[in-house]
Every structure is written in structure tokens, then in C-alpha cells.
């Protein structure tokens, strides 16, 4: 049994088929990306596995069950924890705040009990806060604990968005674009990352990426889309040689050096 | 500027940052405690209104800006506040001490239940759903004459605890004292919810619903219980505030009244317990710096005291056109600035508080 399957999914916004009968499986313990050029579907394939968008047809088992009866605020709860490709942290709120929100799967206080702030809660935010510290460790986000977000530099709320998806203690991790906008050096660190992300952690990655490089260092399979239908799947060379991917993304066959556009 | 070394995962749960923050105010309870022995009763009638009001802000700040949802009715629900109280103690015959919780609690449901249908709407047009149900609850208050006494307004008894008395003029200081203590109470309890995971989830929702989702958070329950805690706060500042009145009626608490609070906490600072406090003493100052000036100016022209109708609202909106243009973190925000140009005197830069542009949002998927 895989961990996520996705089969012959479909979704339509109005007359545009954003995806085509798209089927994959991501297997615990590995690193899926998901690679094509914009518009292809795969955002969107993000968003129907986080339940904000409702596939037409077609099915997402996570663990064998059937995710599409959950809401989306269910899904974290079960073990699915994602970033955005446009941050979406929560701006007026510190860096440890932020990572905190990611532990609200684990809370078992109700705000009655907050209010009083009862021994029971101050426990809990023990042990969340010890948890949080782990990922500001593994992160390497000390120097910005008791910062606001909405003074960060771009690079540093990536890895903050990360490590919140992290402090979900996810068993699957989707990253939409972990490495857009980010230095050379910096996707450096995601690539470590995301492979620490897997071997230490054993937590199962599936990513959309633009950066090539990044996808071949890390991922152990690969999906191509154009379109919303599903264009090779294999390891990342072979989907970078494959024909269909290549013309793709050049629109001719003539060029075989490498699959992604400049 | 003061760096706290952490040794505990404590040191970011407590209440207070480090000692010193902690001696600032207990020296500022320990002053309120003994204002009225500084100042004459006219102004301890004063600082009670500013409580009283404190109160009322701080539930419309739990919600405006803690969990960022508009309302423009919550005079509404200092009227469920208020009436509910003065009901309880007249016909069921509840002593203050059971009828006062009981009617921030009524204020609470009534909230959740207003919750139920307009959470589902956003910014400008829950702002419009809320409202309606100021307007509304006036209306109601008419229908209801019976119990709440309709145009001619319900008179609200003196409170009593245990044989004590505590009445406006009677006994002013008494009830400053007992409006401080429940002030207290408040403040610690917003304060709990802040540092807790109800507050962060509150802080999720106002900041990105989309993301607040990602992470495992209820939306439309926590804006629920948003209402609901915001509510019973204003529900138990309008209780306060009928007693201080003493007599009140449909339209005690109108729609200005919605929109005075949106001003408190706008001036005083969106999003922090200081704001409430800040905002409702410019409120209840103003009309009394207003009186003073214009008797001034009255005694130095020789044309005597003038009224100028009008112009204490006037006033007011431009106060509250400035700050939206000039500060937009209030009086809270400027206080902060001033604080840390001596904290890092000198080397305080002029953009130290400029908010860096927000970057793109992803597309909205309500």
C-alpha cells in the first residue's frame, strides 16, 4: 500500500481541465517531485490533497482511506502538512507563534481552559514549546525566535513556513516550490533539508519545484505535467531525457541537453 | 533595550518578559488601586468610565484585533450585557455576584449564535451583518417592553455584595474599586487566551484563513468562539456600564456606540490590551479637555461659553482620520516608538517601525 495514491483524478474550473486524469502513488520514505511548466496542474493538485479543492473525479487515498470526506482543516490531523508557493505565514505574529500554530493538531485544551490558563495548558505549552524548539533546531532559526514575520527578509520565511509544516510532525510533507526565490546557497540548505527531512525525520516529501538541479539532488522520483495530464514518471533522469517532457518544455525535439527551460 | 536571557521554556510562557516588566506594573495596579485617594471623586467617576469602557474595547479587540473580523454592532451586545443583568437581579431576584457572570454569558451566546450565520461572510460585509444587528437589537429592545421597559428605559439597581453597597454618587469609590477588580480579572484572562493556543489560532485566522486551514485550525469554529469571547466581554463592560448609568434605554446603547468602541481601540491600538486602555481615556478625556478649552477661550475672548454642537464628535473623527493616516498602530504604536528611541538612545533610526512590504498572497480558494 502507498502512502498517498491518486487515481485518475480530474478537475475542471468551468471549461478549463486544470487536471486530466492524472494517477500517481508516492511510497512512504521517499521524495516525489512533481515538475512542469506553469499551468500544468501541479499547485493544484497540491490543493486538492490539502482538501481545498474537490477533485470532479478520480480518488486520493492517504493510508489507504479516502481523504476526500475530510475538511480541509481535518487533513493536517491525519498527517498531511504543506507550505504554500507564495508564503503564507501569519505576518503580525512572532517566528515561535507561527511554529506554535503548527502544533494546534496536538492541542487537547479548549479555550475555556486557555482562559484560566489551568495547570493542564501550561503543560501543554511545555511540551509544544520543546517540540517547536526541536524544528528551530533542525532549522537553524534561533536568531529569529521572538521576530516578527512581517520584518523577516524572504528567505528566512521559507524555512519558517517549512519548519511550521515540520512542527506538525507530518508523516507526508508536501512543499509547493521550497527553493523559488531562493539564493543559490539557500537552496543549498533545502536540498540538505529536505534529504535530512526524509532520512532523519522519515517523513515522505512531495514537491512541485521549478529548480532542476534541486529535483535531481534530491527527489527519488519524478513526475512530469504539462497541461493537467500526466507526461513521464520515473527517476529524474529518465523523466529529464523523456521526449514528451522535453518538448514540453522547448516545444521542439532538438535539444536534449537538459530538460529544464532557461 | 533589555535582552532576556532564557534559560526555561517558561521564560516565553510567563505573563511578563523579565522583572522589571513585571515591577511596571504592579506599580501601575498598585497606583490604580490607590487613585482615589490622589484624586477628588468627580475624576474617580471618570477613571471608572474609562474602565468600564476598557472592558467593553477589550471585547471588541479580542475580535477586531485579535482574530480580525469586523463589527460595527457590538453595542448590541453591551445591550445584551446590560438589559440581561438588570433582568436578572429585577425579576429573577439574583444577587450581582450570579446575575453579572450570567449576563456576560448571555452576551456570549447571543454572540455564538450571531456567529453562526455571519462567519461566513467577509470584511466589509460582516462589518454591514453586524450592523444590522445593532440596528436590530434596539428594535428588539422596544419589542420586549414588557421586561425591558421599552422607550422609557429599565433603571438598574445599586449593586450589592454581600450587604455593600456600591452606587455612582453614593459611594464612587467603592465602585471604582469593584469595576478595577473585575478590569483585572479581564486582562488576565485576554492575557491567558493570548499565550495560549486559542490566541494563536485567533492570530491564524486574522492573518491568512488559507493557511490558518493548512495548519489544522477550525476556521469557522474559532471565529465562533472568537464571538463568543469577545462578546461576553463587551456583555459584562455593558453590564458596568448600566449601573453607571443608572437608567437606560433602547438608545443607550445606538449605533454610535458600536462605532465609539471601533474608535477606542482604532486610536488607542489594534491588536494589543494597551490600545483599549489608551483609547477609551482619550474618549472620556476628550469631551472634558474639550469643556476646559472652550471656557478658556470663552473667558479670553469675553464672549462667555459657546456650544458648538458638533463638535465633539467632530473633533473625535479627526482625531481618528489622523491616527489612520499618520499612526496606524494608535497611540499604543507611537508609545512603543517613543519608548525604544530612549531605549536606544541614540541610535534610533526614523524607519525602525516602517513595515516592510507584505509579499504576493497566494489566491484565495473561498
Given at each position: ?18 487536471v486530466?486524469?492524472?494517477s ?10 512533481l ?17 481545498f ?13 479516502s ?15 504543506r ?21 494546534h ?41 521572538d ?12 524555512v ?30 533545502v ?7 526524509k ?60 530538460g529544464?527551460?532557461? | ?14 505573563l ?32 471608572t ?20 473580523q ?55 460585509y ?9 440596528v ?11 421586561i ?78 472568537a ?34 468602541l471601533?474608535?477606542?481601540i ?12 489608551f ?27 459657546i456650544t ?28 512603543l516608538?517613543?519608548r ?27
Open positions: 500500500m502507498s502512502l498517498l495514491e491518486l487515481t485518475n483524478v480530474t478537475l475542471r474550473f468551468g471549461g478549463l481541465v486544470a486530466n486524469d492524472v500517481f502513488n508516492v511510497e512512504e520514505g521517499e521524495v516525489f517531485a515538475v512542469g511548466p506553469n499551468g500544468a496542474g501541479k499547485s493544484t493538485i497540491f490543493n486538492m490533497i490539502s482538501r479543492y474537490t477533485p470532479a473525479e478520480g480518488e486520493i487515498k492517504f493510508e489507504g482511506k481523504i476526500l470526506n475530510w475538511e480541509p482543516h481535518e487533513i493536517p490531523s491525519q498527517g498531511i502538512a507550505t504554500f508557493q507564495n508564503i503564507e505565514l501569519f505576518e503580525q505574529a512572532s517566528v515561535l507563534q507561527n511554529l506554535l500554530v503548527g502544533r493538531t496536538h492541542r487537547r485544551s479548549n479555550f475555556l481552559a486557555d482562559m484560566v490558563f489551568t495547570p493542564f495548558v501550561r503543560n501543554e505549552e511545555r511540551v509544544h514549546r520543546e517540540a517547536v524548539e526541536h524544528v528551530i533546531d533542525f532549522l537553524d532559526l534561533q536568531a529569529y525566535r521576530k516578527m514575520i512581517a520584518g523577516l527578509p524572504y528567505g528566512v520565511r521559507k519558517v513556513e517549512m519548519g511550521r509544516a515540520l512542527a506538525i510532525k507530518p508523516k507526508l510533507l508536501l512543499l509547493d516550490e521550497p527553493a523559488s526565490g531562493l539564493s543559490v546557497e539557500e537552496t543549498q540548505d536540498a540538505f533539508w529536505i534529504e535530512d527531512i532520512k532523519v525525520m522519515g517523513i515522505t516529501v512531495l514537491m512541485v519545484e521549478h529548480d532542476m538541479h534541486l529535483v535531481g539532488a534530491v527527489s527519488d522520483r519524478v513526475m512530469a505535467l504539462a497541461d493537467g495530464r500526466m507526461l513521464a514518471i520515473g527517476t529524474p533522469q529518465e523523466v529529464q531525457n523523456d521526449p514528451a517532457v522535453i518538448e514540453a518544455y522547448l516545444g521542439s525535439d532538438d535539444m536534449s541537453e537538459d529544464e527551460a532557461a | 533595550m533589555r535582552i532576556v536571557f532564557k534559560t526555561s521554556y517558561d521564560a516565553d510562557i510567563r511578563f518578559k523579565h522583572n522589571a516588566q513585571a515591577f511596571w506594573y504592579l506599580l501601575l495596579f498598585t497606583v490604580a488601586i490607590l487613585l482615589p485617594f490622589l484624586v477628588n471623586d468627580f475624576l474617580i467617576g471618570e477613571a468610565l474609562v474602565l468600564i469602557w476598557a472592558i467593553c474595547g477589550m471585547g471588541l479587540m479580542m475580535l477586531v484585533g485579535q482574530t480580525g469586523a463589527s460595527l454592532g457590538h453595542a448590541a451586545f453591551m445591550a445584551v450585557g446590560a438589559y440581561s443583568n438588570v433582568i436578572y437581579q429585577i425579576n429573577f431576584n439574583m444577587p450581582f455576584l450570579l446575575s453579572f457572570p450570567l449576563s456576560g454569558l448571555t452576551a456570549g451566546v447571543a454572540g455564538a449564535l450571531v456567529a453562526l450565520p455571519t462567519t461566513r461572510l467577509h470584511g466589509i460582516l462589518a454591514i451583518a453586524t450592523l444590522a444587528i445593532s436590530l437589537t434596539e428594535d428588539i429592545i422596544i419589542i420586549l417592553e414588557p425591558t421597559g421599552g422607550i422609557a428605559g429599565i433603571f438598574a439597581p445599586d449593586i450589592q455584595i454581600f450587604g455593600y453597597t456600591f452606587n455612582r454618587y453614593g459611594n464612587p469609590v467603592e465602585l471604582y474599586w469593584l469595576v478595577l477588580a473585575i478590569t483585572f480579572v479581564v486582562v488576565y484572562a485576554y492575557r491567558n487566551i493570548l499565550r495560549s493556543p486559542t490566541g494563536r489560532a485567533f492570530a491564524a485566522v486574522r492573518d491568512s484563513e488559507v493557511s490558518a486551514k493548512a495548519m489544522g485550525v477550525n476556521v469557522a469554529r474559532t471565529k465562533m468562539v464571538f463568543a469571547i469577545s462578546c461576553t466581554i463587551t456583555g459584562l463592560g455593558g453590564a458596568l456600564m448600566g449601573h453607571f448609568a443608572t437608567v437606560f434605554t433602547n438608545e443607550t446603547f445606538n449605533l454610535i456606540i458600536s462605532i465609539t471601533l474608535l477606542i482604532v486610536v488607542g491600538g489594534l491588536g494589543t490590551i494597551h490600545g483599549a486602555f483609547g477609551s481615556i482619550v474618549f472620556v478625556m476628550l469631551p472634558l479637555l474639550i469643556s476646559v478649552t472652550r471656557d478658556a477661550v470663552g473667558s479670553l475672548t469675553g464672549s462667555g461659553s458648538i454642537p458638533g463638535l465633539e464628535s467632530g473633533i473625535f473623527g479627526a482625531i481618528l482620520i489622523g491616527f489612520i493616516l499618520f499612526e496606524p498602530m494608535g497611540l499604543y504604536g507611537r508609545w516608538k517613543i525604544t528611541y530612549f531605549e536606544l538612545f541614540p541610535f534610533y533610526r526614523k524607519d525602525m517601525f516602517r513595515r516592510q512590504k507584505s509579499y504576493l498572497k497566494t489566491e484565495r480558494t473561498r
